[in-house]
């Protein structure tokens, strides 16, 4: 078994009553589309982070979903964009550059270790002069995102309605869709 895997499960079982908080209203949204820039600023945010697959566009696309372009086309006008970054598990270069075409105001957190290690929330606040807990991270799986959140000490929103194309990649889809529903019932059942 990895290390990854390893230090996930050690922690998750460590930390699966703050992961079973990450459940509750104060700390989900059904999608990235939901939050509002008042939203950010009533929680003293300084730096949203973004997670991509499910989050900002289906698994393995290169581009975010047309929703999320036009809700940050609508962010950007109360939420500078230059406070926005991107924290993925799987920073394509073709993605990197198709985001930077687009929003070239949002950084790309690249070189650091995967969710759910702290490290890649505590580099961003380190390049920012900031503290871990005015980040905000909004991703769609508890024992990655939410759980890095918990161990960095920043803040996190879980998307309980991730974007997903079963017509594309089924078996890619099916396989996130039943790890997300695996870690959300073992966390309800468990902690």
């Known amino acids: 078994m990895s290390s990854k895997w390893c230090f996930t499960i ?31 600023h009533n929680r003293h945010v300084r730096c949203l982070v973004l997670d991509f697959d499910g989050v900002m566009a289906s698994q393995h ?12 086309m609508n962010l950007a006008k109360e939420w500078p964009l230059t406070q926005v970054a991107v924290l ?46 005015e980040l905000l991270l909004v991703d769609d799986r508890l024992c990655t995102g939410m759980l890095a959140v918990t161990l960095a000490g920043a803040q996190g929103m ?4 991730p974007y997903q194309d079963f017509r ?11 790890l997300r529903w695996v870690e959300r019932a073992l966390v309800r059942t468990l902690a």
Not at 94 to 112: E, M, N, T, W
């Open 10 to 40: 050690q922690k998750a079982w460590q930390w699966r009553k703050a992961l079973k908080q990450a459940l509750s209203n104060a700390h989900a949204i059904p999608t990235l589309t939901a939050l509002t820039a008042e939203s950010l």
């Open 61 to 72: 696309e290169t581009e975010v979903h047309p929703d999320v372009a036009a809700w940050l």
């Open 158 to 161: 879980l998307v309980l309605y």
């Open 168 to 178: 594309k990649r089924p078996v890619t889809e099916g396989f996130f869709a039943t």
């Open 88 to 133: 993925s598990n799987k920073p394509f270069s073709v993605r990197i550059q198709a985001l930077a075409q687009k929003f070239p105001d949002i950084q790309f957190i690249q070189g650091v270790a995967p969710k759910p290690f702290p490290m890649g929330l505590q580099e961003v606040a380190r390049q920012r002069g900031l503290a871990t807990d």
